[in-house]
């Protein structure tokens, strides 16, 4: 459990100071989907109680998380993960668990 929490801290973090990069800098859709493994499990199927985003449309992917950046949908961490990532990381990364 404490390694999963430093783990999430850390990408969180991450993924806050990236967000103020210029887009060319930006990680690749690769990277940030990658982050989400600890969770959502690799490529997004999940192994815990947490939703799989394997599979997972682009317009549901995306509404998720523009309502967890926008505080309208409550989670215990993704609200705050949800706000290092700008409009075309997650569309992004939308069209990269959609594929898996």
Do not use: W
């Amino acid at each position: 459990m404490k390694m999963t929490i430093l783990l999430i801290s850390f990408f969180s973090v991450s993924a806050v100071a990236n967000a103020a990069e210029p887009l060319a800098k930006r990680p690749s859709v690769e990277r940030m989907a990658h982050a989400c493994a600890g969770c959502h499990g690799s490529f997004g199927h999940a192994i815990a109680p947490t939703p799989t985003l394997a599979g997972k449309s682009e317009e549901d992917f995306v509404k998720a998380m523009q309502d967890f950046k926008a505080g309208q949908r409550d989670s215990s961490i993704m609200n705050r993960i949800a706000k290092a990532y700008t409009d075309e990381d997650i569309a992004s990364m939308a069209q990269f668990f959609k594929k898996q």
